[in-house]
C-alpha cells in the first residue's frame, strides 16, 4: 500500500526531513523548498530516453556513468535534484554514493515541462551554476530544441540548437554529439 506524503509547506526542508519521505517520492528539494510535481508525459519521457541513449553510448566508450531520473545530487543541506539525465565523467566517478551522487556531475539534461519550466530554466539553472556542474542542456519537445550552457564561462548565454541544425557537439565532451532529428523523431 503506497503512503500519502503530506508537505509542510511553512518550514525550510533539509536534506535530512527530505531522506524520512522515503523512496517513490517524486519532488526535489530545492533552496529548502520541497517541490513536487506529477509523472512527465508520454514525448517527455520518450524525448529523454532518446537522449539518454546517446549519454549512455558515450560514456560506456569513454568510461564514464551516464544516469537516467529519478536519481538523487546531494548538493548542500537545502538542495537535492533529480535532472532528466546526466553524465559524469571518469575522472569525477568519486562524486558517486550508495544515495546518488555527492556533489556536481560534468553535464545535466532537463527536458521541459509545463510543470517544470520555470525551475528548470530560471532557479535550478542558476543552483547549477553555482554548485560547479559544467555544461547543462535544456531540451524543449515543443519547440525541438536544445540550450546548451557552458555554465563556467557563459552561464547565462546558451548556444540555441534547432532541429534544422541536424547535430551538436558537448561542450566538455568534443566526442560527444547529438544528432536532433534522432531525439525529436
Known sequence: MM??????????????DYLHLGE????QLING?????????????????????????FAILNGGLAVLSPIDIYFDSKNVFQPDALLVSRERKNILSERGLEGAPDLIVEV???SNSQYDRY????????????????VDPANETVEVFDLEKQPNKPAIYQIAD???????????KVDLNKVFS
Open 3 to 16: 503512503e500519502l506524503a503530506i508537505v509542510d509547506n511553512t518550514k525550510e526542508w533539509t536534506v535530512n
Open 24 to 27: 517513490g517520492v517524486w519532488c
Open 33 to 57: 523548498e520541497l517541490i513536487m510535481s506529477p509523472s512527465p508525459s508520454l514525448k517527455h519521457q520518450i524525448t529523454i530516453g532518446k537522449i539518454f541513449r546517446i549519454l549512455d553510448d
Open 112 to 114: 521541459l515541462s509545463v
Open 123 to 138: 532557479e535550478k539553472r542558476e543552483k547549477y551554476h553555482e554548485f560547479g556542474v559544467v555544461e547543462y542542456w535544456i
Open 166 to 176: 541536424g547535430k551538436f557537439e558537448s561542450l566538455r565532451f568534443p566526442k560527444l
